[in-house]
């Protein structure tokens, strides 16, 4: 189990426990629950790295306690 921290630097940041066989897509969805977003609306990155819906957690090497940038579109 995975505790992942999505920080949009405007005053929210969501904790989200998951797998790591999920996929993004999949972590989009509970952090749309938490947050009151659609989650089509969000964009997952870290630096450049822009996170694809259908790759899962353990593909892009994403650890427990990790931050990642949560951006709107």
Known sequence: ????TCND????KVRVKCNEDDTIG???KLI??????RADKIVLKKWYTIFKDHV???DY???DGQNLELYYQ
């Open 1 to 4: 189990m995975l505790e992942i």
């Open 32 to 37: 749309a629950a938490q947050t009151g977003t």
């Open 9 to 12: 630097r405007l005053g929210k």
């Open 26 to 28: 999949d972590l989009k």
């Open 56 to 58: 899962t957690l353990g």
């Open 61 to 63: 090497e994403i650890h």
